[in-house]
């Protein structure tokens, strides 16, 4: 595995988040990643939780100390989660990092699992992913999102979000940056390889959690200039105008070729990122689509 690679099979493929109470969603994270790459090749980052959601979930758990607020804050995030990949590289043929909310899928008929896609493509270096951020559209979708329940039974639609289209997936020593928006290398976006990202899934859920980031924000002056320094009623007030009359009927079914994947990503400041438009930005301007029916039954 990694440094001195594997024998043949797919890809030995480690996936790391970091989580603060992240309540129910953080079991649903692990059972789907333990899916394509095993329980044991995961490992989550407790960021000071008090609601007891990292016990007890089979996987490898580190409770960090706290870290520092304000601007401070996601250069030292970045250099922790950079650290531990470059580590996990030396065993490991891939490293993924996602946020917990965020949740790699491919088309189950191609490539039955992340590691199947990896082994396909040839074993790229590093790759991107095809970001649709899940939109709840109540009018449509009346039920709240049961998270026991497979989520695309419950939630059909979606904003393709190109700030989304992160480098998730790497087996070479290149830093994140941004917020994990960027990286220190070179990547194309994978159009066989989705991030279904759940923020926006579910309207109460957007609720509590806007009013739990922004209590965070206060307390400590992380992301004050994103969306997590909006005060939840706000949040909730550009949702509620997205999606008022929204005719379902007309929303067409998401298509990768249409997305100009090639000229996406760019080179600014040393890095490698997608042009930057905030998700509350993006949720706004972005036009709904329909999630692709192929994908079905993966989240």
Same mark, same amino acid.
């Given at each position: ?208 959690? =806007?009013? #739990?980031?922004?209590? %965070?924000?206060?307390?400590? $002056? /992380? ?5 997590? *320094?909006?005060? @939840? ?25 249409? =997305?100009? #994947?090639?000229?996406? %990503?760019?080179?600014?400041? $040393? /890095? ?5 438009? *905030?998700?509350? @930005? ?18």
């Amino acid at each position: 595995m990694g440094a001195a690679g594997t024998t043949g099979g797919r890809p030995e493929v480690a996936v790391i988040t970091m989580a603060r109470d992240e309540g129910e969603l953080l079991p649903v994270w692990v059972s789907h990643y333990a899916k394509h790459v095993g329980i044991d090749n995961l490992i989550v980052l407790d960021d000071s939780s008090v609601d007891g959601s990292t016990d007890d979930l089979g996987c490898t758990v580190h409770r960090v100390p706290p870290l520092k607020g304000g601007l401070d804050f996601e250069p030292v995030r970045m250099r922790l989660m950079n650290g531990i990949a470059n580590g996990l590289l030396a065993v490991y043929d891939y490293v993924v990092f996602v946020d917990v909310d965020e949740f790699l899928v491919t088309d189950p008929a191609v490539h039955p699992t992340l590691p199947d896609l990896l082994e396909d493509r040839g074993r790229p270096e590093t790759l991107g992913v095809m970001g649709l951020n899940v939109v709840h559209v109540p009018g449509a979708e009346p039920t709240p999102l049961d998270l026991g329940r497979p989520v695309l039974e419950q939630r059909s639609f979606a904003k393709f979000t190109p700030l989304m289209c992160k480098p998730s997936v790497k087996r070479i020593n290149a830093g994140w940056a941004i917020s994990s928006h960027a990286l220190k290398a070179p990547y194309t976006i994978d159009p066989e390889l989705f991030m279904l990202h759940l923020k926006f899934a579910d309207r109460d859920r957007l609720a509590e959690v =806007a009013r #739990l980031r922004n209590e %965070v924000s206060k307390a400590d $002056g /992380r992301a004050e200039d994103a969306s997590w *320094g909006k005060e @939840a009623d706000q949040v909730l007030a550009i949702f509620d105008e997205v999606v008022a009359d929204v005719d379902v009927d007309s929303i067409p079914e998401f298509d990768p070729a249409e =997305a100009n #994947l090639e000229e996406m %990503v760019i080179f600014h400041n $040393g /890095r490698h990122r997608t042009p930057k438009q *905030g998700q509350i @930005a993006a949720l706004r301007r972005q036009p709904f689509t329909r999630i692709p029916r192929r994908l079905a039954g993966t989240l």
